[in-house]
């Protein structure tokens, strides 16, 4: 069973500061890995999405990087604002037969970024 | 943001009744999921669907059912709704199976007193 782990729970960090928030997985047979933040009360909103056969993928001061082999993914924020405050979610894609595809997700890092 | 739409966005009902969620979503998307969020639990999978009348199994599916008669409209039911169903239930749509992103609606509070 595919289990998702994100360290730490819970980041606090001192606005402009550059950081890094951590998710690893158990099985390294996925499909693609998506990162999303939901800010409470809310839903998820994607960020980004990293196929298997991907490295890493950019969108503004958003980078996230997947190393499969591992079993590793990092999601980078360069320069955090106080806008960037919410909890971060990673989720591995899996095929479970029948042509569908599941998500796993992790239970998140909570990031406060602090003026 | 994706037109996905859920109704109702807050309830409350007694232990033993039957509650309907319903999604709605404009994008004509093929797949769509049912996920409960519980603190120390993340989010978990329900019902998915690939196809109007197309579902399948989650997680977390007992005491739980669902169905798709239009494109458009995924609908999960509690038929008699117990404590350990009160949860947060989001909805969620992707165009392709695999390779395409998940993108949610702004979830139903589910309060089962």
């Known amino acids: 069973k595919q289990e998702v782990t994100q360290i730490p729970a819970a980041l606090s960090v001192p606005e402009g500061e550059n950081l890094v928030l951590n998710c690893s997985f158990t099985d390294s047979a996925i499909y693609n890995l998506q990162w999303f933040r939901q800010d409470p009360g809310k839903g998820l909103t994607s960020l980004l999405l990293?196929?298997?056969?991907?490295r890493e993928q950019t969108s503004g001061r958003l980078n996230a990087s997947l190393d499969k082999s591992s079993g590793r993914s990092t999601l980078y924020i360069a320069a955090s604002q106080p806008g960037d405050s919410a909890t971060y979610l990673c989720?591995?894609?899996?095929?479970?037969?029948?042509?569908?595809?599941?998500?796993?997700f992790g239970k998140g890092t909570k990031l406060s970024v602090i003026p | 943001d994706a037109g996905i739409t859920q109704s109702p966005r807050h309830k409350v009902t007694e232990t033993g009744t039957p509650v309907t969620l319903r999604c709605h979503q404009t994008?004509?998307?093929?797949?769509m999921y049912w996920y409960r969020q519980d603190p120390g639990h993340g989010l978990r999978l329900i019902h998915y669907s690939y196809g109007v009348k197309d579902t399948d199994k989650g997680e977390v599916s007992d005491g739980y059912s669902v169905s798709r008669s239009k494109t458009e409209d995924f609908l999960l039911t509690l038929e008699s709704a117990t404590s350990s169903q009160t949860s947060v239930y989001f909805c969620?749509?992707?165009?392709?199976?695999?390779?395409?992103?998940?993108?949610f609606g702004p979830g139903t509070r589910l309060t089962v007193t």
């Open positions: 990293i196929q298997s056969s991907q």
């Open positions: 989720a591995v894609r899996r095929y479970s037969g029948a042509g569908s595809y599941q998500l796993t």
């Open positions: 969620a749509i992707s165009l392709l199976a695999g390779s395409d992103e998940q993108y």
């Open positions: 994008e004509n998307h093929r797949y």
